[in-house]
């Protein structure tokens, strides 16, 4: 059986761009040129200079001169094509191989590997912005990179990306150091870009830098918790679960929670009870409820409510699932109260949205209907807001009906 040598590598690389005019003058790809097929074999451009030496010198390839596509740089490289005696060569090297019992996809593995050290050979100093740019999850401008880096691409609306097969390859070969510290820098570059506080979290927490995740979540609870969606909640899941931090665990599940993400929901708020009691029977007490296990959900409610807003308003809503509405009603009263003397309005939305319904319940429309008013005004939770517009459909439609009655 053969062996499957860098000729036939480099036979089989080249052999993708046959259909490449051999006279072309402008936006070569970069795989055709001589650090391009380096990368793609995964050997130095001093190799990869012998073996298409070698190769020239069989007839089987022969170069021209053209741009790069989607290089910054006018100037002309030197590209390489298979001859026609170089695509009679690899035709006849795939059928030598197939009848010794040689899979094509094993000749087709340079299409998807390139060694690593040799795309740190070519990316020098700029290593670390390169495996940035793999790891971040927003568009880089090419006005923001090293437009002469031969490793990145730009696109025609001005965006700088690192080719897909370069890229997997340089995050299954980098270790655990270089991709946190690509990480790190992805963290520090959303700073100084502007990026959204949910992407300069999740580069933290990839990172490490846990105290900083910290202090940013902690000082910007309610709006990360008023803005959840599941990236998000994989971030904060993620720091929770690896820190005996109760507050940070709080936040974690009440996100959860209120994406109906049950399971981990249940995980959190079962590490949480071990760190805060209170804190984790009225996240439990909350999940129960949601899994449709009314009756554990009110006693755990019960006896765990201590007159503070999150205990309170899962208190009422077991006492309005469980048809005691007049106490679900009083429940939510005294709430509002609580959370009117500490001064803090979190959750003062959601609170109206199931005071509304005990209202709607016990036939206080007009009541029903100045609390979702009010609860629209204030909500910044857009799910939130989605139920509280169908909810106010439901209670316009009630009146109508009252009127037409009357």
């Given amino acids: ?16 761009f046959r259909h490449i005019r051999q006279d072309i003058e402008y936006g070569a790809p970069f795989e055709i040129t001589q650090d391009g097929i380096a990368v793609s074999l995964g050997i130095t451009r001093s190799h990869a200079s012998i073996i298409l030496k070698r190769m020239a010198e069989k007839g089987e390839v022969e170069w021209g001169e053209s741009t ?118 992805a963290a520090d570059w959303c700073i100084d870009h502007d990026l959204p506080m949910s992407e300069r979290l999740y580069h933290l927490v990839q990172s490490n830098r846990d105290r900083e995740a910290e202090l940013i979540i902690a000082s910007n609870r309610y709006q990360l918790i008023d803005t959840c969606g599941k990236d998000l909640l994989m971030t904060v899941n993620e720091l929770a679960m690896r820190r005996d931090d109760a507050d940070i665990l709080n936040i974690a599940v009440r996100m959860a929670l209120d994406l109906d993400d049950l399971q981990t929901a249940r995980r959190l708020s079962e590490r949480l009870i071990g760190l805060d009691v209170h804190l984790g029977r009225t996240a439990l007490s909350e999940l129960s409820l949601k899994e449709k296990r009314l009756d554990e959900a009110l ?78 005004s204030i909500t910044k939770n857009d799910r939130r807001r989605a139920v509280l517009t169908e909810l106010g459909q439901m209670i316009s439609l009630r009146s109508k009906d009252c009127v037409l009655l009357q």
């Avoid at 059986?1 to 993708?16: E, P, V, W």
């Avoid at 060694?115 to 790891?135: N, S, W």
């Fill in 1 to 16: 059986m053969q062996t499957i040598t860098f000729h036939d590598k480099a036979l089989a690389h080249l052999n993708r």
């Fill in 299 to 376: 006693d755990l409610a019960r006896g765990n409510y201590l007159g503070d807003v999150d205990s309170g308003i899962v208190l009422g809503r077991c006492l309005l699932e469980s048809d005691l509405l007049e106490e679900a009603s009083d429940c939510f009263g005294r709430t509002m109260e609580s959370m009117l003397r500490e001064g803090c309005i979190f959750r003062m939305d959601e609170l109206m949205m199931y005071e509304a319904r005990t209202e709607m319940r016990l036939h206080n429309t007009a009541r029903a209907q100045d609390l979702i008013s009010t609860a629209m």
């Fill in 68 to 185: 790069v596509k989607k290089s910054n740089s006018s100037k002309k490289r030197k590209v390489y094509f298979l001859t026609e005696i170089g695509k009679g060569v690899y035709d006849q090297m795939k059928e030598n191989m197939a009848s010794d019992g040689i899979a094509v996809d094993e000749l087709k593995m340079v299409l998807n590997q390139a060694a690593y050290d040799d795309i740190k050979r070519v990316a020098g100093e700029k290593m670390d912005m390169i495996g940035m740019m793999c790891v971040i999850r927003f568009s880089i401008l090419k006005k923001d990179v090293d437009t002469n880096q031969p490793l990145i691409g730009f696109s025609r609306t001005g965006e700088a990306f690192v080719v897909g097969r370069i890229k997997d390859s340089i995050l299954s070969g980098c270790s655990d150091e270089e991709f946190r510290r690509w990480h790190s820098v």
